[in-house]
């Protein structure tokens, strides 16, 4: 399996834009996590998914901030309209189950917000 | 919320052994693990450990658990310059259902 997959790598948008981050688990994985990371708060949790059902999503910072899970192999994080203070390493994880937190993580997309 | 807390920084040098600590408040934790990131990259897991344990090897890693403290250790045995990198701890348990809470992860140095 090639792993969890983020796609875009990097992402550098203008303030007010829509910025959609992508997110493909592990097949089989039915928990998915998107975190925030940097360097003045470290990893948040943001929100996560089990079989593809939002279950806690009180680390999403604002409404801007939105995640979808359509089905088990493809889920999306959405900012709209972005800021400045968005720029940060966003990070998809997911686990086989919802009982085993052995988390994998997916390479990261490095958003930046000018 | 719970908490878990780690230094820094360390530094060490090659071919020394490396002990990053981490504490944590969760008294229902049940798995605690280690996370190794490297520069651009996500977080790879090195290690985890069943609260039920107080140690586990793998290779040069040894993980340390003190329950009745609720520390957690991982020693590194002759640390490489490879090593370096940031290091987090992080803790689940049922009463969070299952989500992890991470440490603010220790940026390890490895010096020739």
């Known amino acids: 399996d090639a792993g969890v997959i983020q796609s875009p790598r990097h992402e550098v948008t203008e303030m007010g834009q829509e910025v959609t981050l992508r997110c493909k688990p592990i097949?089989?994985?039915?928990?998915l996590f998107w975190y925030r990371q940097t360097m003045m708060r470290g990893l948040e949790l943001l929100i996560y998914?089990?079989?593809?059902?939002?279950?806690?999503d009180s680390g999403m910072p604002e409404d801007r901030f939105s995640a979808k899970m359509p089905n088990a192999s493809f889920s999306t994080l959405k900012i709209q309209p972005s800021e400045p203070r968005d720029s940060a390493v966003y990070f998809c994880?997911?686990?086989?189950?919802?009982?085993?937190?052995?988390?994998?993580f997916g390479q990261g997309t490095r958003l930046t917000v000018v | 919320g719970e908490d878990v807390e780690q230094s820094l920084f360390l530094s060490v040098r090659e071919g020394d052994s490396s002990v990053i600590n981490c504490t944590y408040t969760d008294s229902s934790s049940t798995y605690l693990y280690w996370y190794k990131q490297e520069p651009g990259a996500g977080l790879q897991l090195l290690t985890y450990i069943f609260s039920n344990m107080d140690m586990k090897q793998d290779q040069r890693l040894t993980v340390l658990l003190n329950k009745k403290d609720k520390h957690l250790s991982l020693r590194i045995a002759d640390t490489q310059t490879g090593d370096s990198a940031i290091y987090f701890c992080?803790?689940?348990?049922?009463?969070?259902?299952?989500?992890?809470?991470f440490g603010g992860g220790t940026r390890l140095m490895v010096k020739p």
């Open positions: 998914f089990n079989n593809n059902v939002p279950i806690d």
């Open positions: 097949s089989g994985h039915n928990s």
């Open positions: 994880a997911s686990t086989p189950s919802a009982l085993n937190t052995e988390a994998f």
């Open positions: 992080a803790e689940t348990s049922t009463d969070a259902g299952n989500m992890l809470t």
